[in-house]
Each structure stands twice: as structure tokens, then as C-alpha cells.
């Protein structure tokens, strides 16, 4: 009679032939040439992240250190300080980063936290968890002395009270903003950012508001390992911005990574994943927007969204944003050792 699983497991033959399983070893970093990569025209943020990286800094540091611009900035009504809030008046936000070797940390449905990258660096750094929400997430970034405060500006909530005059709450497939495509001011344009450093490893960050006046609860794919963000060292990262829900529901950034994975490019990744998007949506693709970019760990970049206006900044040493992705430069500055580039992304629409 063949042993049940059960009885394998018992025999201690599965175990041992687990520890007889070759581990996949990461592959190891080679020396690169630095890349800053950002959604949005999220310049101050792109150039944080790129002193750091000039430096001869840690990727992660950088890209840790892009994502705490717009967490501060009260003018930025998508993400930390600032943000549009749920349709409650209170701002939740979202946030994970991921690193070279699989290490990832996250933050969901968080208040009052003024970094909550900063935080999810510390979920993966200093817990044995992933992912912290709510109240527990809160409460370790009390533990752990990080900036706490009120994240409703007076200009968010006289926003949010102009909205509650008018707003006809019906959550349809994501938003209650069926008259108009994304990209209005009270929409949301999260930051993901992605950095390769010189020694070659290639880490990523993604902070949000969440989508403006959300149900209470309501968590999108910023935070989501796989969905907003995924990173793997010797093959690439992704990130997305958007619709969260469509993010979440073809696995967004995670797919995109297999694809390169499986030999395409990071360009032709980011296009697939988004043309899915459209293809699978129960939404109109016309009222709503997704946008994703892909880093290689030789500094390739893919850049596309489903609607146009989907725009990204690149900063790298040389004349050229993105040797291999498609789209329109808008904007080239001079920054220290190296050029930042506004690029408007191909898109689906
Ligand atoms: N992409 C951010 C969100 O949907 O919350």
C-alpha cells in the first residue's frame, strides 16, 4: 500500500529529502551603474534617492529616503501628510519595502505614523512579520519612536468636507468617481520607487494615501508584497500605481518579475502586465488608470500605463533615460553625477 503523506512526513523521508533540496541561491549583485526609477514626476523624491545612491549608498536606504519626501510634504494629497482621507475623515496609509534578498516589510491601514516606510523597514528589520495593520502597526511605530502626529492638514479636511456635501458613496468596482478618469487632484498617485546601486543590488519602496474618501478599511495594493511592489535581486523589481484593485487582481508587480524572469524585458513586462489589466477589468479601462515600471539589475527600465499622462522620473548618470524603454521625455535636469529624466509612458489607451 503507498504511504500516506501523513505517514511520509512521519517517516522523516520528506524531511530529509527536503534538507537533501539544493537551496536557490540568490544570485549575487554585480557592480552596476546606479538608477533612481519613481512614479510620477516625483522629482525631489527621485533626487533623495539618487544623492544617497551617488554616495555610495544602500539601495534600500534610497529608496527609503525618496518615499519620506511626499510622506512629509502636506501638499502631496496622495500619500502621508496630507493625504486625502477615507471617506471617514481619517487618513489611513500604506506602505512596504522589499530588498535584494527577498527580505520585505509592510504596513497597512496605519494612522498618525508620519514615515509608515520607515515603519514597514522596521516590520521586516525588527518583527518576525511581514506585515503589520491598524492599531498593531501603530503601536510598534510608538515602540519604536518614530513621528507621530495628525496627518489631516486643514486644507485635506476642508477637501474631504467639500466632498461629503456632494458625494454619493456607491462603491462600484473602486471608486465612487465614475464621471472622469483618474488622475483629478483628489485621486491618488502613489509613490513606488525603485534603486540599484553601485554595488548592484536593486531594492524597492511604496507609500500611499489610498484612494480618496476609501471606505473605512479599505487597503489597496501599495502594501501588498507582489501587488504594489516586488523585488527580486537577480531578476528585477516592479512597482504599480493606481487602481489598487486592479493592481491586486492579476498580482501586479509579482507578474511582472515572472515575466522577466521567464526572459522579457522589463519594457515589455511592464506593457503585458498592463495590457492584462485591461483585458481582465470588470471596471471601463477608460475610467481608470494603472501604471507600472520595471527595473532590471543592468539598469534596464519599463515604463507603461493604461491611460496617457502616466509619467515617471529616471535619474542615472549619461544622456539617456532609459536605454531600452519606450516614451516621451518631458523634463532632463542636470543632478549631481548624473541627469533626471520626466518620461510620459506608452500606454494601453
Ligand atoms: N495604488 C494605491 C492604492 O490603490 O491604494
Known sequence: MPLSRRDLLRSGAALGALAALPRVAAAAPRPATPVVLATWDNR??????????????????????????????????????????????????????????????????????LHPVTLARRVMENTPHVMLVGEGARALAE???LEMGDLLTPASEAAWR??????????????????????HADDHDTIGVLTLDAAGRLCGACTTSGLAYKMRGRVGDSPIIGGGLFVDGGVGGAVATGHG????????????VEAMRHGRTAQDAAASLVERVARVTPADPAMIQVGVLALGPDGSVG?????????????????????????TVTNRQPIDGGVLFTVEAPSVL
Open 44 to 113: 525631489a523624491a527621485a533626487t533623495a534617492a539618487w544623492d544617497v545612491l551617488r554616495a555610495g549608498g544602500y539601495a534600500l536606504d534610497a529608496a527609503e529616503a525618496a518615499a519620506r519626501i511626499p510622506e512629509a510634504d502636506p501638499e502631496d494629497t496622495s500619500v502621508g501628510l496630507g493625504g486625502r482621507p477615507d471617506r471617514d475623515g481619517r487618513v489611513t496609509l500604506d506602505a512596504c519595502v522589499m530588498d535584494e534578498r527577498h527580505r520585505c516589510g509592510a504596513v497597512a491601514a496605519v494612522e498618525d505614523v
Open 143 to 145: 515602540a519604536e519612536g
Open 162 to 183: 467639500e466632498w461629503r456635501e456632494t458625494a454619493e458613496y456607491a462603491p462600484g468596482i473602486n471608486t465612487e468617481r465614475r464621471d472622469r478618469p483618474s488622475g
Open 245 to 256: 484593485e486592479e493592481v491586486i487582481r492579476v498580482a501586479g508587480a509579482s507578474a511582472v
Open 303 to 327: 515604463a507603461f500605463g493604461l491611460q496617457p499622462g502616466f509619467v515617471y522620473v529616471v535619474a542615472r548618470p549619461g544622456s539617456d533615460p532609459a536605454p531600452d524603454a519606450e516614451g
